[in-house]
């Protein structure tokens, strides 16, 4: 059969035509407008990026290559001995758009296998950070020091052409992957479990193994399967993504870039979130003395912290206007799987509790919950109780979706990202239509 990168590489050559062709003929082809309003509120949806890896619908939430996320989970090859299908398999999908066959997902876990070994001095520096670190400090510095491993720095500077730059993009960005279920579970280890690591198990699968190293038995192999697929991607626009792409775009490598977007995952708006959630969770249940609170406690906890000026942890979305495919998607199997755990009682409760509120409080555009609403009380009710790790398991997931697209901008020759701003003096003649 033939191989991941022979594929690859016959895709960038049919697509490449695509986009010159949109760059020469079709080049001042108005899509947008701008106005200050999306200039001062975060360029909110000005259509400026391109991506091929996924797109988000405000209505239906996430397709990756086009398939829905329910397509995604029916059709990619499945785990042996579980439920869920293969993080491999996914990166197979995102990276060439084509669905894999088991063969194809096999491949790319054999590649995955042959590099994920760390180097000596990422256990050493993750032993010699200063106590109390965040883990999102702790996972971003270890990419980061990885970057000295790094293929295509090494290969720019000898002096490669342009088209080649996405091959050792594509080597850089195995090499990361392969080793990020390491870096993480060594993290966890040296932060709550004195440092005693679980060497991993090269006959597992990507999320087999990360189960495995955290040493958590079943279901969690499916958990962490499920978790790393529903937060591989999320188009472009968002922080992660983009910074990914900002960084990579000035040619800095995977490793500079993912490190970056990992930063940007970090911030409470956005994958902290997760982490955010079962903080103020744990807050109610404190408050409650440990128990289910009643609809009306969970409403006045709930008008409490929008009062106070907080906002709802794990509600509201920057492009969604229904709720997330990926909250679904994670609601089913804990309905599944753990119906009665006393904190999915809450979440669920607080599904129907939440959005009425925000929609009196007038201010959220979308009142619906998002992934982050649900992924830490999966992972809390499997053992993981050290909340401050969860947005480190959405940062294995996100670094698949954008390193595919990195290897992508590679390949089609994305230039510099560089847009242009202006001054609140310009902004006033504008609106003063000077
Ligand atoms: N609780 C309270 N207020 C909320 C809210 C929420 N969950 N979501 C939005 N709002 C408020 C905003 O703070 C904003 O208020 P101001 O006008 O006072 O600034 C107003 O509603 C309008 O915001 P918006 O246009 O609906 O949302 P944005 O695009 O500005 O922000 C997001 C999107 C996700 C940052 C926001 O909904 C939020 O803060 N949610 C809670 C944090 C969260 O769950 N983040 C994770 C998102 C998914 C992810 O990236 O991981």
């Known amino acids: 059969a033939k191989r991941l990168k022979d594929t690859l590489y016959e895709k960038i050559m049919d697509w490449r035509p ?23 509120g975060g360029m909110r949806g000005i259509k400026s990026l391109v991506s091929d890896i996924s797109y988000l619908d405000p209505q239906e939430g996430i397709r990756y290559r086009g398939y829905t996320l329910p397509e995604v989970f029916e059709k990619l090859p499945k785990a042996k001995g579980g439920n869920m299908p293969l993080v491999e398999g996914l990166f197979y999908l995102l990276l060439t758009g084509d669905m894999p ?25 993750i032993d010699a950070m200063p106590c109390c670190s965040h883990p999102m400090t702790i996972f971003s510095t270890a990419i980061l020091t990885l970057h000295r ?26 090499n990361l992957l392969a080793k990020l279920p390491e870096i993480a579970t060594y993290t966890y280890a040296k932060l709550y479990r004195d440092g005693k ?16 190293m955290m040493g958590i038995g079943k279901p969690y192999d499916d958990v962490s399967r499920m978790h790393f697929i529903v937060h ?33 995952l970090a911030g409470p708006l956005h994958g902290l979130a997760n982490q955010e959630v079962l903080r103020w969770l744990q807050d109610l ?45 994670q609601r089913e199997f804990s309905l599944k799987n753990m119906p009665e755990d006393p904190l999915f009682k809450v979440v669920d409760m607080l599904y129907n509790v939440v959005p009425p509120i925000l929609l009196e409080q007038g201010k959220a555009k979308n009142p619906w919950p998002n992934v982050d609403a649900q992924s830490g009380v ?43 701003s202006l001054t609140t003096a310009i902004l006033e003649d504008f609106a003063a239509g000077k």
Request: glycine share 8%; proline share 4%; hydrophobic share 35%.
């Open 232 to 264: 591989a991607d999320h188009e472009a626009g968002n922080v992660s993504a983009h910074t990914g792409h900002l960084v990579a775009s000035s040619l800095s490598d995977v490793y500079l870039s993912i490190s970056a977007m990992v930063n940007g």
């Open 197 to 212: 690591r679980i060497q991993s198990n090269p006959n597992l699968d990507f999320g087999g193994n990360f189960a495995h």
């Open 18 to 40: 695509r986009t010159e062709r949109l760059m020469k003929e079709y080049g001042n082809v108005v899509v947008d407008q701008v106005t200050i309003g999306q200039i001062l």
């Open 378 to 420: 999966i992972q809390w009710h499997y053992g993981i109780k050290e909340y401050d790790f969860y947005t480190v398991l959405f940062g294995i997931g996100r670094s698949i979706g954008i390193c595919a697209n990195i290897i992508w901008d590679r390949a089609l020759g994305y230039p510099l990202e560089r847009p242009k």
């Open 149 to 174: 491993e790094s293929f295509f720095t090494k290969k720019y500077h000898a002096g490669i052409s342009k088209l080649d730059y996405w091959d050792p993009t594509y080597e850089d960005s195995l």
């Open 101 to 125: 066959t088991e063969e194809q997902a096999a491949e790319v876990a054999d590649e995955f296998n042959k590099r994920r070994i760390l180097p000596r001095f990422i256990y050493e520096l």
């Open 285 to 329: 249940m404190d408050k409650m003395n440990g128990e289910v609170p009643t609809e009306d406690e969970l409403k006045q906890f709930v008008w409490n912290t929008l009062n106070s000026g907080q906002v709802i942890p794990g509600f509201g979305h920057a492009v969604l206007r229904k709720t997330d495919p990926r909250y679904m998607l």
